[in-house]
């Protein structure tokens, strides 16, 4: 497993491999760089050997390989990151149907038919007739199915098989406690917007290996690919209110708090600040989920800063 390489360590295992270059070094000679991962943690690769670039550089997506090298001093690493390691890689061979890829699919230790059950008893708290059929029938299906096992994030937060499923049921919860918290609020609308907030990620993130995003996910982004769902599913439910859905697909535009997070529209109302920082906490929790190495205080990417994870 990646998280137990050692310097001088010789390895040989299944890897996901996410190719950030392919070039040439000022002595003319090819090399590939990226990153090797598996459910254990990621280290860079650096790659001189002409066969394993050629097979990497036709690479369009992060892709499975049996890869083969020895772990090195990375000299060019950012210390920011604690990246130390690298993988002098001299092997790198598309994995075929009979090789065991499971350890390449994050789990993110998480109780899926728990968090399946406090889902459908949050939908089930929806007193709303037309929200909470809104709900219901936009979870149902394949759809649903694709729900309970797709990520929320490609890499930054709860990336990992069922994380749009545990991220979803973790920032309801929150927002539910915020909304009793601070009193005269539409909880309805809370509970179908925070269910309802991430919904276009199904669209946007794919649950394939590596989690890649979609063409069409980075042409419109989850925000209005899930907004565009909703109402047009809402339009077609008699007892939702077009005032009510109105009020709903604000919670989902809002949601990233302002335009340079990627929401088009501010928060201007209470259930839509609360859906918005529910999610906002809850992200940033995610990043104390796991622990990387030994070292207490490590670099998080997303919040641009060290953490202290004792």
């Given at each position: 497993?990646?998280k137990?390489?050692?310097?001088?360590?010789d390895?040989?295992?299944?890897?996901?491999?996410?190719?950030?270059?392919?070039?040439?070094?000022?002595n003319?000679?090819?090399?590939a760089?990226?990153?090797?991962?598996?459910?254990?943690?990621?280290?860079?690769?650096?790659?001189?050997?002409?066969?394993?670039?050629?097979r990497?550089?036709?690479?369009?997506?992060?892709?499975?390989?049996?890869?083969?090298?020895?772990?090195?001093?990375?000299k060019?690493?950012?210390?920011?990151?604690?990246?130390?390691?690298q993988?002098?890689?001299?092997?790198?061979?598309?994995?075929?149907p009979?090789?065991?890829?499971?350890?390449?699919?994050?789990?993110?230790?998480?109780?899926?038919?728990?968090?399946?059950?406090?889902?459908?008893?949050?939908?089930?708290?929806?007193?709303?007739?037309?929200?909470?059929?809104?709900?219901?029938?936009?979870?149902?299906?394949?759809l649903?199915?694709?729900?309970?096992?797709?990520?929320?994030?490609?890499?930054?937060?709860?990336?990992?098989?069922?994380?749009?499923?545990?991220?979803?049921?973790?920032?309801?919860?929150?927002?539910?406690?915020?909304?009793?918290?601070?009193?005269?609020?539409?909880?309805?609308?809370?509970?179908?917007?925070?269910?309802?907030?991430?919904?276009?990620?199904?669209?946007?993130i794919?649950?394939?290996?590596?989690?890649p995003?979609?063409?069409?996910?980075?042409l419109?982004?989850?925000?209005?690919?899930?907004?565009?769902?909703?109402?047009?599913?809402?339009?077609?439910?008699?007892?939702?209110?077009?005032?009510?859905?109105?009020?709903?697909?604000?919670?989902?535009?809002?949601?990233?708090?302002?335009?340079?997070?990627?929401?088009?529209?501010?928060?201007?109302?209470?259930?839509?600040?609360?859906?918005?920082?529910?999610?906002?906490?809850?992200?940033?929790?995610?990043?104390?989920?796991?622990?990387?190495g030994?070292?207490?205080w490590?670099?998080n990417?997303?919040?641009q800063?060290?953490?202290?994870?004792?």
């Amino acid at each position: 497993m990646i998280k137990d390489f050692q310097l001088g360590n010789d390895m040989e295992q299944p890897c996901l491999v996410r190719l950030q270059k392919v070039g040439t070094s000022s002595n003319g000679k090819a090399y590939a760089k990226g990153l090797l991962e598996d459910n254990s943690g990621c280290i860079p690769f650096i790659c001189f050997e002409a066969g394993p670039i050629n097979r990497l550089r036709t690479m369009e997506v992060p892709s499975a390989y049996i890869i083969g090298g020895r772990v090195d001093v990375n000299k060019y690493g950012s210390s920011t990151a604690g990246m130390n390691l690298q993988v002098v890689v001299h092997k790198a061979v598309p994995a075929g149907p009979n090789d065991d890829l499971s350890s390449l699919l994050p789990t993110g230790h998480i109780n899926r038919e728990a968090l399946e059950i406090e889902f459908k008893t949050l939908e089930g708290r929806i007193q709303d007739e037309g929200l909470r059929r809104l709900v219901e029938t936009i979870f149902s299906g394949s759809l649903y199915t694709q729900f309970l096992k797709n990520p929320a994030g490609m890499r930054l937060h709860h990336a990992y098989v069922g994380g749009l499923l545990h991220h979803t049921v973790s920032m309801a919860r929150l927002a539910v406690a915020m909304g009793k918290t601070i009193g005269d609020v539409n909880l309805d609308l809370i509970i179908a917007g925070a269910l309802l907030h991430d919904v276009g990620k199904l669209r946007e993130i794919s649950s394939r290996l590596g989690f890649p995003y979609t063409t069409e996910g980075r042409l419109l982004g989850h925000i209005s690919m899930g907004a565009m769902l909703v109402g047009r599913v809402g339009l077609q439910i008699p007892e939702l209110s077009r005032e009510k859905l109105d009020q709903l697909l604000h919670i989902l535009l809002s949601h990233h708090g302002d335009h340079e997070k990627g929401s088009p529209v501010f928060c201007a109302t209470k259930e839509a600040f609360i859906v918005h920082y529910a999610d906002e906490l809850d992200s940033v929790m995610n990043q104390f989920h796991e622990k990387e190495g030994k070292d207490p205080w490590e670099f998080n990417k997303m919040l641009q800063r060290y953490l202290y994870k004792a």
